[in-house]
């Protein structure tokens, strides 16, 4: 009788600790990322895969209602991407990321600013279209 009592238990426990650690894509990101971006984004799309052991990758896009200055502090910075890291961070959405439209793919031939976090994330902001676009990596 102990026996049938205990699984829905362990179940029920499952099931609330899987809903207690729903994160938003932007949470998730500042989370794993170390990176500080804007509140008052829109999230426009996103994606996350689905791993068992690391951190797993995702790509989202969100929407800015004005320009802004995100790039500030410590961790952030606007380093220089080459036109490898730009082919890079193409031929992994293409090959990794299948089910991003290309609509939601970076225009590397308008201007952005871009920051680097934990988990080989890039935080792509154009400021003529008030997106970020953001690719982490993860492992």
Known sequence: MKKATTIPCVLSAMILSSCAFQQTALQRIEHFSGLD???????????THETFT???????????????????????????LDENKKSEILYYLENFF?????????DFSKEFKCALGSESTYALYFPSDLEIKVLMMGH
């Open 37 to 47: 971006l804007p509140d008052d984004m829109t999230e426009i799309f996103n994606s």
């Open 54 to 80: 690391g951190v797993a990758g995702q790509y989202a896009v969100f929407s800015l209602k004005e320009e802004t200055d995100i790039f500030v502090g410590p961790k952030q910075g606007e380093p220089d």
């Open 98 to 106: 299948e089910e991003v439209p290309t609509e939601y793919y970076p």
